[in-house]
């Protein structure tokens, strides 16, 4: 059992929108990098994609941090990634594996990679993407692969055969590197590590249960007991 969370070989890039939030991860020594998306910038109130980012990395500049391109053409997509590459030498490029008609980005990765923009290819939740992510890489460029184990686990499917799997293929390219992204609970961090997964993504809700990792049981039971306790009787109920 894993009894500090200092013990983890795996990096954590904490995952999110809020700006505050991420000033506050960027600065903590276990956070590695950071990641974000337009989903989590909509949900954040976010209405200008390129003034957030920008002040995001006036603060965040000496860890990795993702941004996503958005557009659904391949040629506009390229365009996008150069853009977003150019705000920083410590920006990472999102890459959806397919735009939303499925069509595969592949062309795109090979073009983007060869320029030598560090990639981050996400939305993978199969080996055959990940085979094709591995062909179209350049063999001496950085890019992490982002499959989403947490995904798979809602579909009642066991994700750590197919993570150990990716592991395998991408040992043809070793620059890249494999994220275990949308993970559901802490323990998602435990079998992402044991499995020599190279980086987990995580919301505040899941990094903020770090604390627990090693907590002695038998007092996390009473804490628990006293925490009934105490909102019954907060709330004055009687029999």
């Known amino acids: 059992m894993l009894r500090n969370v200092n013990d983890l070989n795996i990096k954590i890039f904490a995952d999110g929108a809020d700006l505050a939030t991420m000033i506050n991860m960027s600065k903590k020594p276990l956070i590695k990098g950071l990641t974000t998306n337009p989903t989590l910038m909509r949900k954040a109130g976010i209405n200008n994609y390129k003034k957030f980012a920008i002040e995001a990395l006036k603060e965040i500049h000496n860890k990795p941090i993702s941004f996503e391109v958005f557009s659904d053409d391949f040629n506009e997509m390229i365009q996008q990634a150069s853009e977003i590459s150019s705000w920083g030498s410590n920006v990472n490029v999102k890459i959806p594996i397919t735009n939303s008609k499925g069509i ?7 073009e983007l ?12 939740m199969t080996i055959e993407q990940v085979e094709k992510v591995v062909g179209a890489l350049d063999g001496d460029s950085e890019a992490f692969i982002s499959v989403f184990a947490g995904r798979i686990s809602d579909t009642g499917r066991d994700p750590i055969p197919l993570m150990e ?9 070793p620059k890249s590197e494999l994220i275990w992204a949308s993970p559901r ?13 190279h ?3 995580a919301t505040s809700d899941i990094l903020a249960k770090l604390d ?3 907590k002695d049981l038998a007092q ?3 804490e628990t007991v006293k925490m009934f306790r105490n909102d019954a009787l907060a709330s004055g109920y009687s029999i």
């Open 104 to 110: 595969e980005s592949t062309q795109v990765i090979k």
């Open 113 to 124: 990679s060869r320029r030598g923009v560090i990639l981050n290819i996400t939305a993978l």
């Open 199 to 201: 980086v987990i993504t």
């Open 185 to 197: 609970e802490l323990l998602n961090v435990i079998q992402a590590d044991k499995i020599g997964c």
């Open 220 to 222: 996390y039971s009473l």
């Open 165 to 173: 799997k990716a592991l395998q293929i991408m040992k043809d390219k």
């Open 212 to 214: 627990l990792v090693g």
